[in-house]
């Protein structure tokens, strides 16, 4: 089979396109308006919470610190074995 004419072909698909973003007819004039579920305000004061705890708790890393300092830091392999084996 051969086609000899490609004109033909895209003018089907032209036939039929609309801009459906644009409509013709004017819509009412009204004001747009947004309500957030009570779900949606409680997680938003989560994020806050969260947002504002810092990232690290530097009493906990003074602490550790000091107790390097001190040699009297030490830690179980057995403990960090069974933390890590938690995660899993």
């Known amino acids: 089979m051969r086609i000899n004419?490609?004109?033909?072909?895209?003018?089907?698909?032209?036939a039929n396109?609309?801009?459906?973003a644009y409509s013709k007819k004017?819509?009412?004039v009204g004001q747009d308006?947004?309500?957030?579920?009570s779900f949606a305000k409680e997680l938003s004061i989560a994020k806050?919470?969260?947002?504002?705890?810092?990232?690290?708790r530097m009493e906990k890393v003074n602490s550790i610190k000091q107790q390097?300092?001190?040699?009297?830091?030490?830690?179980?392999a057995e403990e960090i074995a069974d933390k890590i084996i938690s995660k899993l």
């Open 17 to 20: 396109k609309m801009n459906k």
């Open 68 to 76: 390097i300092k001190n040699g009297t830091y030490n830690v179980s």
């Open 33 to 37: 308006s947004v309500s957030l579920s």
């Open 48 to 56: 806050n919470a969260v947002d504002n705890v810092p990232d690290v």
């Open 26 to 28: 004017p819509s009412g």
């Open 5 to 14: 004419s490609m004109s033909n072909v895209s003018g089907v698909y032209n």
